[in-house]
């Protein structure tokens, strides 16, 4: 029994800032790869970040710059700082993280409920 929890999400102007947190908990082995996914209206669900669990981190093009991922293992959290928000980033965040189970092989994707973010004036 794994769950992802998400929080964090919210209405904010352009410009302004918000930070994404994730917390996995439940009988957990190990966990690879951690990332974020979004989703606006009418549009196809796009990755945005992932860290591998060593710190690598990579980006869709749109936030080079401007989201900063990041996590804690000890905590089995993942982190989306996101900074500069514009009107284009409104979506609905998704926390994905593959992890193995205790006793189980192999690791398979999890994911969060879903984080309303909404960037306007």
């Known amino acids: 029994q794994v769950q992802l929890v998400e929080s964090g999400g919210g209405l904010v102007q352009p410009g302004g800032s918000l930070r994404l947190s994730c917390a996995a908990s439940?009988?957990?082995?190990?966990?690879?790869?951690m990332g974020w996914y979004r989703q606006a209206p009418g549009n196809q669900r796009e990755l945005v970040a992932a860290i591998t669990r060593g710190g690598y981190a990579s980006y869709v093009d749109s936030v080079k710059g401007r989201f900063t991922i990041s996590r804690d293992n000890a905590r089995n959290t993942v982190y989306l700082q996101m900074s500069s928000l514009k009107p284009e980033d409104t979506a609905v965040y998704y926390c994905?993280?593959?992890?193995?189970?205790?006793?189980?092989?192999?690791?398979?994707?999890?994911w969060g409920q879903g984080t309303q973010v909404t960037v306007s004036s």
């Open positions: 439940g009988s957990i082995f190990s966990i690879n790869t």
């Open positions: 994905n993280a593959d992890i193995r189970q205790s006793g189980s092989t192999p690791s398979r994707p999890y």
